[in-house]
């Protein structure tokens, strides 16, 4: 008998520490994993290169204008590819500082949220609601960073070529006047 009055209280105690979140918890856990990956992905990008090349491309393309006002339509379409790079540089350079701060604040939203719920502290009809805004913002987050950096990766051979026709039309510009 006195056996079962210990048992009692234990059951009740394990009973109350335990969560019916339990496929919530192991999504959120995934998440975190993803937001692991999406901050090895922006540690990868050099953002030093990325806002350099787009100085360069601005200072390249303002050389080119103050050296003649008419160039060949061969050299047109070039300088147009060449200022696609400026404005893919540009794109990248204003996400970097806001995604480094997501991939920093996102995993511990997504601790916070997996606390509380193994703790059962979210009403119940309102924990789908938050871990769908917190799976958004996260899947989010990391598509962006994946995207950012394959395509920085995509582009570098083919703008380090046209940087170099560039400087040779500035070059050549620069000979003529």
């Known amino acids: 008998m006195r056996k079962f009055i210990f048992i009692i209280p234990l059951t009740l105690l394990f009973a109350q520490c335990s969560t019916p979140y339990t496929a919530e918890i192991s999504r959120i856990d995934s998440l975190i994993t993803l937001m692991d990956s999406a901050k090895v992905l922006v540690s ?23 050296l003649t006002d008419t160039v060949s339509r061969e050299e047109v379409f070039m300088l147009d590819r060449y200022g ?25 939203q997504l601790r916070n949220l997996r606390t509380d719920l193994s703790k059962n502290l979210i009403p119940q009809e ?32 083919a703008y380090l070529e046209a940087e170099e026709k560039v400087l040779l039309l500035i070059q050549r ?5």
Not at 46 to 58: A, F, T, Y
Not at 87 to 100: F, I, V
Not at 127 to 136: A, P
């Open 126 to 157: 309102k924990v789908r609601t938050y871990l769908e805004n917190e799976e958004f913002a996260a899947v989010a987050v990391y598509q962006t960073c994946q995207q950012m950096y394959t395509g920085l990766q995509s582009i570098d051979k």
């Open 173 to 177: 510009l620069e000979s003529e006047n």
């Open 84 to 108: 696609a790079f400026q404005k893919a540089y540009t794109k990248w350079g204003s996400k970097m500082g806001l995604l480094s701060e997501e991939v920093e604040v996102i995993p511990v």
């Open 44 to 66: 990868k990008v050099d953002s030093g290169i990325v806002h350099q090349r787009r100085r360069l491309c601005e200072k390249n393309m303002k050389r080119i204008v103050e």
